[in-house]
């Protein structure tokens, strides 16, 4: 029987790294699924002990991930049509979520407002600064 | 690291005012758009953003310049994701086996680890993995120098999607014998570079694929 869930896509799930859409689907599955609750058992305990499978190692570690640069021409429709194409599959198949946020981000920066972005970016400066300060004074 | 992210830490290191709110400016949508993606509330999300940059100044003595700053914030966003999903009772508990130290042993049923694969200290566990990251760097960057898009493509989808060979070929415009070619040559490739390494291939059942179940 083929599971719909892959070993990578639950430890994708354990480790809040599985697209959105999926993942919705996987809890609802998991309420009735004794196989797939145990599977899931089974990944949270290999993860305890330090397992990761080759498709958690290169999730993980983004490899193949595009540029923010290359992803600014995927937004613009200016790459080759093979690059275009792994950049669609990298996104909405594998659903990578930091190459999503990355575009969403760049898509926002073109339609948002730059004064809302720049208050965004300032209430978290001084949200931070102070630890930042403490931090080195902590070291001094 | 990129040479600017480089001099941007040096400069944040070095005490410069500025240079963190370069920072935050820099980092702070993509870290807000990927909250969204997993939580609506716009409070939760600026605080797990604002949490995520506390993170990384607790972790900037620490931090290793050969790893790509976004990659490093992404990671610590999704523990401070886990924590507020914990918090708040929507995901199981796995913190208390996430922390695990390479001392403890937890048994796994035989079943759970596969035939061939032996119970190894955390320590030796990480050194195998690092080679295969290594190896698995390696081999992307090739293919990316090369161009090879659609074969990326399909190696990505087959390892870390494990989507199904027919509807990669599908999705990829490729015959299934192309897909099934593709995944074994890279097999072939990884296996080959870790026996010379040294490094124990049993430990990834991704590259025995005909002994999986």
């Known amino acids: 029987m083929f599971d719909e869930f892959s070993d990578t896509d639950l430890a994708a799930y354990l480790e809040e790294d599985l697209d959105a859409n999926k993942a919705s689907k996987l809890e609802a599955t998991l309420i009735n699924d004794k196989h797939l609750q145990d599977r899931l058992h089974t990944i949270r305990l290999q993860i305890a002990v330090g397992e990761h499978s080759l498709g958690s190692i290169w999730r993980q570690n983004n490899l193949g991930c595009p540029s923010r640069k290359t992803l600014g021409g995927y937004l613009l429709g200016i790459l080759p049509n093979d690059q275009k194409l792994f950049i669609q599959s990298h996104i909405e198949i594998r659903g990578c979520l930091t190459c999503q946020a990355n575009l969403a981000d760049l898509e926002e920066q073109q339609t948002q407002n730059q004064e809302e972005l720049t208050a965004r970016a300032t209430r978290y400066y001084k949200s931070s600064i102070g630890h930042l300060s403490q931090r080195r004074q902590d070291e001094s | 690291m990129a040479e600017v992210d480089k001099l941007l830490i040096q400069e944040i290191r070095s005490g410069a005012d500025d240079a963190w709110m370069r920072f935050v400016d820099r980092f702070s949508g993509r870290l807000q758009a990927f909250v969204r993606k997993k939580i609506r ?9 604002q949490e995520t940059f506390i993170g990384f100044i607790n972790s900037l003595p620490n931090f290793d310049e050969s790893r790509p700053i976004d990659s490093f914030l992404f990671t610590i966003c999704r523990y401070r994701i886990i924590d507020h999903f914990k918090k ?5 508990d796995i913190s208390s086996l996430t922390t695990t130290d390479s001392q403890q042993q937890i048994e796994l049923p035989d079943a759970i680890r596969g035939a061939s694969t032996i119970y190894r200290s955390g320590e030796r566990r ?5 080679a295969l990251l290594q190896i698995l760097q390696q081999e992307v960057t090739l293919l990316i120098e090369n161009e090879a898009w659609i074969k990326l493509a399909c190696l990505e989808l087959i390892f870390v999607s494990s989507t199904p060979n027919k509807e990669i070929a599908e999705l990829l415009q ?3 014998p192309q897909v099934a070619s593709f995944k ?6 990884i296996k ?10 049993d430990l990834f059942p991704e590259l025995y694929p005909d002994q999986q179940a």
């Open chain 2, 174 to 176: 490729l015959s299934q």
């Open chain 2, 192 to 201: 080959r570079q870790m026996l010379r390494l040294g490094v124990n291939a």
């Open chain 2, 41 to 49: 509330d716009s409070a939760t999300v600026e605080d797990i953003v």
């Open chain 2, 88 to 92: 708040t009772g929507r995901r199981p």
């Open chain 2, 184 to 189: 074994h040559e890279f097999v072939d490739k």
């Open chain 2, 126 to 130: 990480r050194a195998e993995e690092n």
